[in-house]
């Protein structure tokens, strides 16, 4: 069981037992409260029972070393495995894990969407964007202000982000106002497609 909540219109906070972790869209950035700070750009990662694909669409995301190899060194980095593969602390990050940057990020030119996978239920966290969302896969829970995203992925639930009165419009569905979503598993989201407000 996990919540999702949004205090501000480009973010999207993911709580469960063990761990909270914000999603900035508009920054392309995670904010799971860890010493070595924000993570920012694509990558794959674990953070307490939540797992993380951030994926760089459109515009420039890397320069020096190709995407899989940084996307390599980041997931090793953040599940805080020493290059050698001897297991570590699960419970602490190197402080010298994300001391440089892997990434050459810029959110002005390249966008970041992220498929984050709790118990088995994919949440699909994208804003407004509308590009690489075939990379999604089968999304859950979509949090976006795109309808045509929403069509295109079709998912059981939307979190809605931004123009909420043109999008239930769009699509025809009326919305539900929620402070927090609270999601049991996969098995008990809706049939038929459900639009939420949170605030």
């Known amino acids: 069981m996990f919540d ?4 501000k219109p480009d973010e999207i906070t ?15 950035t995670v904010d ?11 990558g794959e990662f674990e953070i307490g029972d939540i797992s993380i694909r ?15 190899s940084e996307d390599a060194l980041l997931s ?26 892997l ?5 002005k030119e390249a966008k970041v969407i992220y498929d984050v996978e709790i118990g088995g239920v994919h949440v ?20 976006t202000s795109s309808v045509r995203a929403v069509r295109e992925i079709e998912p059981k639930m939307v979190v809605a982000m931004g123009n909420v009165d043109g999008m239930v419009t769009e699509l ?18 809706p049939l038929a497609l459900e639009v939420v407000v949170l605030n």
């Open 124 to 143: 699909g966290i994208i804003g407004g964007c509308e590009e690489g969302l075939d990379e999604l896969g089968m999304i859950g829970v979509l949090c």
């Open 76 to 101: 090793r980095r953040m599940s805080n495995t020493p290059p050698s593969g001897a297991p570590s602390s699960s419970h602490s990050i190197p402080s010298e894990a994300l001391s440089e940057p």
């Open 103 to 107: 990434i050459s990020f810029d959110p």
């Open 14 to 28: 993911i709580t469960t037992k063990k761990t909270s972790v914000t999603f900035n869209v508009a920054q392309g």
């Open 4 to 7: 999702i909540e949004s205090k």
């Open 54 to 68: 951030a994926l760089g669409v459109g515009g420039k995301v890397s320069e020096g070393r190709s995407a899989s």
């Open 32 to 42: 799971a409260n860890l010493k070595v700070g924000k993570i920012q750009g694509p």
């Open 172 to 189: 025809k569905l009326s919305a539900r106002t929620e402070k927090k979503l609270k999601i049991k598993n996969a098995d008990a989201l």
